[in-house]
């Protein structure tokens, strides 16, 4: 029951404030109710001023009207450690798929605020303290399970200090979306990257007239180019290198490897993108909708893995 009607509550939320990249915390945002200390307390005060009036006791009218005013100061106090508050969120760093996301937010307070806590609805709560007139960048962890555009969920923003018998509390929308790449998997053969494959499959071979030396070995080279006599002799692995082959081009194409599915197929791609370019190998990128020719270098990674994780989703934004 307590799910519905705070799915509800939510909903309402979303209809009655808009999209926005910077907010101030008002009367108008802010929530407050007891907590189960709160109405515990509550509990209490009215059982004794039960007593106080049964027994005509003013020890115990004065116990009642001292929490009574305890009651209502918490109110007070607890409202204030939200109000005022104005919180901005930044541009999203990119993740991949299972990669921790975390937004960014920037919050500022006139005045010294203590205990915030930060979190979307089921991950985790975040609580920072924050000093009066100092900017301060939280960061709020999410969950990054589909690639492409993810904009952030609702964020909650709650308090239960100074006394933990009120919390206050709101709801915001934002409008800066994360962009998640395909999670990175091993698989194929350096091989099978020389030049561009075709719609058929097919692809270059390097014969092996061409020997020119070996190299010590680097994850994902092909097993086939290993030099298992010299391995067996306790020199270490090695693998063979090919007369031009270093200054072949290597293409991340659709049509390699065409047993996979879409995501399999996206994650491969991906693998291999962030393998070349540790590397510092000039790579390409031929997709059915987007060629990129050969290149190098960090923003040329971004842009092949931008391609990979929007592959059918659209407009690149």
Known sequence: MWDT??????????????VQSEVLLTHKRIYIFPTLAGLAFICVALLVLMLAINYQNNLAYAICFTLTSLFITAIMHTYANLSGLRIRIQTPSPVFVGDELRYRFEVLSSRSLTQLQFGFRGQEQVTYDLERDK?????????????????????????????????????????????????????GELGQLNRPVGGDGA??????????????????????????????????????????EEAQ???????????LDTEAKLSRLTYWAVTLNERQAPFGLVLPNVTMEPAVGDDHLREVLKHLALYDEGALL
Do not use: M
């Open 203 to 244: 692809e270059g071979h390097v014969g092996e007239e061409d020997f020119q030396e070996l190299k010590s070995y680097q994850p994902g080279a092909p097993l086939s180019r290993v030099a298992w006599k010299v391995y067996a002799k306790g020199y270490g692995l090695h693998v063979k290198s090919y007369q031009g």
């Open 5 to 18: 009607v705070d799915h509800k509550f939510r909903n309402w939320l979303v209809s009655r404030y808009p």
């Open 249 to 259: 081009e290597r293409w991340l194409s659709w049509h390699l490897w065409p047993q």
């Open 135 to 187: 900017p301060l960048l939280v960061y709020v962890p999410a969950s990054s399970q589909v690639r492409g555009w993810q904009a952030p969920e609702l964020l909650r923003i709650s308090s239960v200090y100074p006394l933990g018998i009120f919390r206050c509390w709101t709801w915001l929308r934002f409008e800066e979306p994360a962009l998640i790449y395909p999670r990175p998997v091993a698989g």
